[in-house]
Structure formats: structure tokens, C-alpha cells
């Protein structure tokens, strides 16, 4: 081999791998970690269920009336709360997101990757990819649990529990995608700002529990008092509950802005997808040019 040409491996091998080879290298390490880890898969699986069902049986017979004068007498309550679970579980992976940036942190595995050649967007983009997976199983786990108790409680059909078919369901799973995405982002934020596991999961709980009461979660916008829905208005939980509320019910739900430029559930759908978009390329910003200042401190 030449001298130029021995020259080019070596700065190939410093430069490191190419971005998707560093995405796939990055994804494969945090899905055997969440695997090897039974507490997290348990508490991630099992929150999202207990909700589900406490809250149906609880407030179901309370809430169900107003709701179907509200949006239609064909809703009931399960029909209304599973979108709400849904986006819950996509907080509640986002949440051990930043969990587990911390155990990296405090295994010494953080620094060691820094000052690797690892593109630091793959570093990001692989380990959301692998919330991205359990999103998609939970969300799946949650929509089949959630026609069980309409089934058990009212025999009612898949058609009367999604009304938009097989490309309805899809379509949750993307909203759920996009609508996490920004609130991992936030939960690597917390970690890599406070650098503690405790004060990440008070960041993130501190977050998670007032935006979604604050929002059509749990009841329509127009029951919550004046100043609530003021903040449902600006609230990315409200966007991604109506977005797949709207899949499910087939109607447009929105009701914090009125969207009137397409037909049907698109007028709810279209805005949504655009909201969280910009929660997530701003959030999912912040965090790369956190992890490009941590690796710069660490090199220097």
C-alpha cells in the first residue's frame, strides 16, 4: 500500500464511522440496555395500563354523558381517554430517556463515547430511535387493551373504537412518534444540564403531570377553567391527544384554534403534526448543540 493511500485509511479510521453506521451502532446499544433492564420495562409497560383502567372505571360514568353532548352520543369515555393514555405512555418512555443518559453518565460509558468519533446528531437521533420502538409497542399494547374494555363494558366493535380502519391505527402510531420526540429531547436536556437522575425525573415529572391536565386529556378544553385553556392553547399535549382523537373518533376535534383551510380530520391533523414538529426540531436542537458543548468541555 502507498504512503497516500495508507494516509487515507488512517484519517478514515479518525473520522469514524459514517452517520447511519453511527445511528445503528447507537440504537443496537440502548435497546439491549432497556431489554437488560426488567424494572424499566415493567414500570413503562404496567403505568400506562393502571391509568387506563382506574380512570375509565373512576370518572367514566361522571364524564361520558357531557362528552358525548360535546362531541357525539356514539363516544364513550374509553373511546375519549385511550388517545390521552396513549400520549401519556409516550411521555413516560421519554421520561426514562433521560433516565438512562444518566446511568451512562455515572458508568463513566458517557464520556467514553464523547470523545469517540460518534457523530453527536447520531448519538441523539440512535437513542431516540430506540424510544421510537417501545413507543410503538406500548402504543400497540394500549390500543388493544383499551377495545378490550369497550368490548367488555358495552360490546361495541373495532369499527365504533378506531372509525378510520387500518390507516386510522397507522396514523396514531405516527402521532405518538412525533409527539414524543420533543419530550425526549427534553428529558436529555434535563439530564445533561442537571447531570443528576433525581432533579432529570423532577424536571420531566414537573413537566409531564401539568401539561397534561391542562390540556383535552382528560376532559374537552371548554370544561377546564378560562386560564387552563389558555395554556391548552399553547400546550403540544393537547395537539397530539385531538391529533389521535381524531383518528379514532373520525372527526375533526380541534378545538383550541379554529382550522378551517381542510376537510375533516385533517383540520385537526395537519395543525397538530405542525405544532409538534416545531417543539421537536427546536427541542431536538437544543440537545445536539448540548452534547457538541459537553463533548467540546471533555476534549478541552
Known sequence: MSTTETERVAEHRAAGNSFPVDVWITLKRWLRKTV???SVVFE???TPFIFLILFTQVFGQIAEGPIQELIGADVTYITFLTPAIVILSAMTVAIHSGLGLIDDMESGMFEKILVSPTHRG??????????VIRIIIETAMI???GYLILWIDSGGSVETYIQTGLGGVLGVFAIAIVFSLWFVAFSNIAALVTKNATSTAMWAYMLQFPLLFASSAFVPVSALPEWMQVVATVNPVTYGVDA????M???DVLTVIDVTAFS????TIVPAVVVLGVFDLVFGGIVVVLLRRVASSRVS
Do not use: C, E, H, T
Not at 389521535?244 to 383518528?247: C, I, K, P, Q, T
Open 122 to 131: 447520531a448519538m441523539f437521533l440512535g437513542k431516540a430511535l430506540s424510544d
Open 143 to 145: 390500543l388493544v387493551l
Open 244 to 247: 389521535v382523537r381524531a383518528l
Open 44 to 46: 413503562a409497560l404496567l
Open 249 to 251: 373518533l373520525g372527526q
Open 36 to 38: 437488560r433492564n426488567a
Open 264 to 267: 375533516g380530520i385533517w383540520n
